[in-house]
């Protein structure tokens, strides 16, 4: 079994700065690709940024500039910095990753964290 754990949403006016973490634990043999992903009310979950095993990041066009994607393979972590935030950017962020587990031989699932809320309100 595999466990996300995400932290650091919040309350914060526009223009200012959150840091989001999202931390793996459990029956890991390898992590491939880890993201974050928001779903705003009525509207479709979407992918915000992602970040490879080997570290090659992409981003939607809506967080190019603003949003920074990192991860530190020895904790299984992966980070959101979000600057320059706008009202828009007000979603539950989740965190999603590949894993690798070993039962009786490797197999990748998908795992996603239980979200957390980020609103950009004056």
Known sequence: QVQLVESGGGLVQPGGSLRLSCAASGSIFSINAMGWYRQAPGKQRE?????TSGGSTRYADSGKGRF???????????????N????????VYYCNAEV????????LNDYWGQGTQVTVSS
């Open 84 to 91: 320059s935030l706008k009202p828009e950017d007000t979603a």
């Open 68 to 82: 920074t994607i990192s991860r530190d393979n020895a904790k299984n972590t992966v980070y959101l910095q979000m």
């Open 100 to 107: 690798i587990v070993v039962v009786t031989t490797p197999v």
């Open 47 to 51: 992918l915000v940024a992602q970040i």
